[in-house]
């Protein structure tokens, strides 16, 4: 089975480690295009075929597809590739496509509804995080990790003191987002790092190390050097960067909401996971003891290190993909039934309305503390005045 991927972006090195696993641990031979593969400046991701560069071998490879995966909402006849790429595929050739995105951000991008790209017709596969439950149609399929890869296996912490290792992606605030819907395009960088900061001062030998925009391999060794790792504690989702610091048997805080942990044990076939979980108003005192205690550290590493290599192996985690092309090709029927029904209530709430409901709770304590705070302030500068 030949399969092409197409990609405008590196979309964080997902699809590239999804090909790498394909092609080392399965008989399914990969191939990834990407648009481009500098879309991010310096946060830059291992790559494979540039379309600008590799044009003619990403078109002879397409006409030999057997599967074409395409990755968020590529049109196949009208997309920045600037091709029809059914044009090119040939006779009986499938497509799948697989979202990474949210549908508002990918329906801003490319002026359509976000109906339009919930319910494409073609057959779905969605990154089984925070973004499933905005896909009624969609199957889950895991981010793959090279776990035995060195940059993703632990090592030895050198040096004295602490390191606590943060990288987000952009450096929005956690609160000041218009709902919770929008609270997806924030890691909560200035919050959480002012609690990091607060601990560095207070905690002596603690050092912060904070990242912002890293090629993804330095991004990587850093961490794996690190003692405790950060994702983020504000939306309710982990990310690729707690699967790599879990790999690397670096303690690792993020916050997972009731979907992700269902989703999560949908993926894994387990109940149990080693995320130190705790949502940004909780997570002080855990960390600070976990920062004082090196033994603890050592054994929640450990520990987290054992339940990647059981539960999210990429030769295990690969199948998702090797069986949902099997299915696009002899059972393609199967992707036309929804998973949860959007217009159940009950599914909904429990679904998404839930956790969108504690986190609309979470920013209004938020905002009302940082309005009294203010008022306080104005309080007391006005009785120094008098």
Request: hydrophobic share 40%; proline share 6%; glycine share 6%.
């Amino acid at each position: 089975m030949q399969v092409i991927h197409l990609a405008l972006s590196p979309l964080a090195g997902s699809p590239i480690r999804i090909v790498n696993a394909l092609n080392r641990h399965t008989q399914v031979r990969a191939r990834l295009v990407v648009l481009d593969p500098d879309r991010y400046g310096t946060l830059t991701f291992e790559g494979d075929l540039n379309w600008k560069n590799d044009r003619e071998e990403a078109l002879a490879i397409l006409e030999a597809a057997d599967i074409v995966h395409l990755h968020n909402n590529i049109d196949p006849k009208a997309n920045p590739f600037g091709i029809d790429f059914t044009d090119y595929a040939g006779r009986g050739t499938a497509f799948v496509r697989q979202y990474h995105t949210m549908p508002y951000a990918l329906a801003r991008r490319s002026h359509r509804h976000e109906e339009d790209i919930v319910n494409d017709p073609l057959p779905q596969l969605v990154v089984a995080q925070f973004q499933e439950r905005y896909y009624p149609r969609a199957r889950p399929v895991p981010n793959i990790v090279p776990i035995n890869e060195e940059l993703y296996t632990p090592t030895r912490k050198g040096g004295s003191g602490v390191t606590v290792f943060f990288a987000p992606s952009n450096i929005r605030s956690a609160w000041q987002v218009p709902d919770a819907l929008s609270r997806w395009d924030t890691k909560g960088f200035p919050e959480t790092l002012a609690l990091l900061k607060r601990i560095e001062r207070a905690t002596p030998g603690v050092r912060i190390d904070v990242g912002l925009k890293l090629p993804h391999a330095e991004c990587l060794a850093r961490r794996r050097h690190s003692h405790v790792s950060i994702d983020e504690m504000v939306t309710g989702s982990y990310h690729l960067s707690s699967l790599e610091s879990l790999s690397q048997g670096v303690p690792t805080f993020a916050f997972l909401d009731r979907r992700t942990q269902v989703t999560l044990a949908e993926i894994t076939g387990t109940g149990e996971h080693p995320w130190m979980d705790f949502r940004l108003e909780e997570a002080e005192i855990p960390l600070r003891r976990l920062l004082e205690d090196a033994e603890l550290r050592e054994e929640v590493g450990r520990y987290s290190r054992q339940w990647m290599e059981q539960y999210w192996d990429d030769v295990a985690m690969v199948r998702h993909f090797v069986r949902a092309y099997e299915d696009l090709l002899e059972r393609p029927g199967v992707f036309q039934k929804m998973r949860f029904d959007p217009s159940d209530g009950k599914a909904m709430w429990f679904g998404r309305g839930m956790d969108d409901a504690s986190w609309e709770a979470r920013r209004t304590r938020h905002v009302q503390c940082g309005i009294w705070r203010t008022i306080r302030a104005g309080l007391g500068v006005r009785r120094r005045e008098l």
